[in-house]
């Protein structure tokens, strides 16, 4: 009998996998095939989030079928998510404007939906990191006002997630392993200690893993990071994964407009006016360096 389900680990050749017919989790290797397709994919051919086919033979699971994915991250490595939950903390390290905004082009590129966690707001939030809220919420993105400590915003939160695959993102000592504990009570992370003459937090998650969630669905950490490269972004994709560009977009002359040098660009106007945030648009040019670059490197 073939069963379906959902990989939640991948560990020294093992998959952890849950199968909600029986209501339990079994370890798993890859049939044959299967093996012999890795390196078809830049991320092998099962990974954690992938929905599977398996079956038992003799005393052992064997994973023997891997359906299409909706999408799938390269680092962290996983498929088929459905929300992005971006942990920043309000200070204790202080947000990465750069960071945020790397992970929401790469998070939208995929088809993913992007939650902002703003976390440890029992440490109060200062008027430059309110700015900060303000800016991604006026550009579409939700966001989740946290507190590990009081317990503020984690029910919101939770509701967000509930009944789909979703992963954690963020910088180390964010928080992320201490939210993860919050909205999982099965979870078995340690928390880190933040650097105080860095600022940045030691790393304390080591691999991907899917863990449920009281509610319904799953909910992935992954390790924390510092830099992300937008490899897979073409120049004429660029413009249209900033979500609040997309109303004036329409009005600029030129269909294709990058809305950098073009005249007439209605993106422009809207910035000339203060209705687009200043530091996102100047972020956004040298993104556009950075794709523009790549571009030339790949087709070269």
């Known amino acids: 009998m073939r069963l379906r389900g959902i990989v939640l680990r991948v560990l020294g050749g093992f998959y952890r ?58 680092r962290p490595m996983i498929a088929n998510v459905g929300t992005c939950v971006l942990v920043q903390s309000v200070t204790q390290p202080e947000p990465v404007l750069d960071l945020i905004d790397r992970v929401l082009l790469l998070a939208t590129h995929r088809g993913i939906a992007v939650v902002i966690c703003w976390t440890k707001v029992d440490l109060g939030v200062s008027p430059s990191v309110a700015g900060m809220i303000e800016c991604y919420s006026a550009a579409g993105y939700p966001a989740c006002l946290t507190s590990v400590v009081t317990g503020a915003g984690l029910e919101e939160l939770a509701a967000l997630l509930g009944g789909q695959t ?57 390790p924390g990071f510092s830099k992300l490269d937008l490899l897979d972004i073409e120049v004429y994709e660029l413009p249209h994964l900033y979500p609040e560009w997309r109303v ?38 040298s993104y556009l360096k950075e794709v523009e670059y ?4 790949r087709y070269q």
């Open 248 to 285: 004036p977009a329409q009005r600029c002359r030129y269909a294709d407009c990058r809305h950098a040098e073009e005249p007439d660009c209605a993106v422009k106007q809207a910035l000339a006016e203060g209705k687009i945030d200043r530091g996102r648009y100047q972020r956004y040019l």
């Open 166 to 222: 979703s992963i954690l993102a963020g910088p180390s000592g964010a928080g992320k392993s201490s939210l993860l504990n919050a909205l999982c009570p099965t979870a078995a992370q340690t928390t880190g200690q933040i650097s105080r003459k860095l600022q940045r937090g030691r790393q304390t998650t080591r691999h991907v893993e899917l863990l449920p969630l009281p509610g319904g669905g799953w909910l992935a950490d992954a």
């Open 294 to 297: 790549n571009a030339q490197r």
């Open 17 to 74: 996998v849950h199968l909600p017919e029986r209501g339990e989790v079994v370890e798993c290797r890859l049939a044959g095939k299967l093996k012999l397709q890795d390196g078809q994919r830049s991320t092998g051919p099962v990974i954690v989030g992938d929905v599977v086919t398996v079956a038992k033979i003799e005393d052992s699971w064997v994973i023997s079928g891997v359906e299409e994915r909706r999408n799938e991250l390269v």
